[in-house]
């Protein structure tokens, strides 16, 4: 500023340059930190993406053929992995289309299915707690059935409406269709718990 009397600059005093470089390094550090929280961000984002998409796909649920162990709009998550077991729930591909059906039997097992709904895997009654109401459904397929090498037989768990490895439009699923297998469900919240 000039000194309306002299003419002259005024000299800035000790204390306001002390502020003046606070401001400065509070900004520098500021910066800093923004920087760093944006880039933590993308890396956390971008990690779960991976893993999304890699590992542990996330699906929501679309129509009946689940209920009442899952429900349209419930959002799960699945877990990529080879081994299948008997009552696993699979989501797998289909025309372009994820299904989500249970694993009733493996490669070179046996299924009959009686005109009650009442399911056998090799000649042995299948307990099924998850099923409210046994069904025939859409079967076209001579029984008993042998599941084929390296395809496992599916079935929805509402047996009136699912088309699934009783029809031969869906068929037994290749472990190459298989997107995951269903551990968890995550939406609604009050919901929250593993997928059996």
Known sequence: MKNKREGQLERPTLEQLEEQLQRERYKVRYRYALRTTIYTLLAVAATAI???TLWMPVLQ????SMTPTLNEGEVVVSWKGGNFERGDIIAFYYNNKILVKRVIAGPGSWVDIKEDGTVYVDGALLEEEYV????FGECNIDLPYQVPEERY???GDHRTTSVDSRNTAVGCVSEEEIVGKLIFRVW????IERVK
Not at 188 to 191: A, F, Q, R, V, Y
């Open 153 to 155: 037989f599916v079935m």
């Open 50 to 52: 991976l893993a999304a």
């Open 132 to 135: 409210k109401e046994k069904a």
């Open 61 to 64: 649920i679309y129509g009946s």
């Open 188 to 191: 609604p919240l009050n919901t």
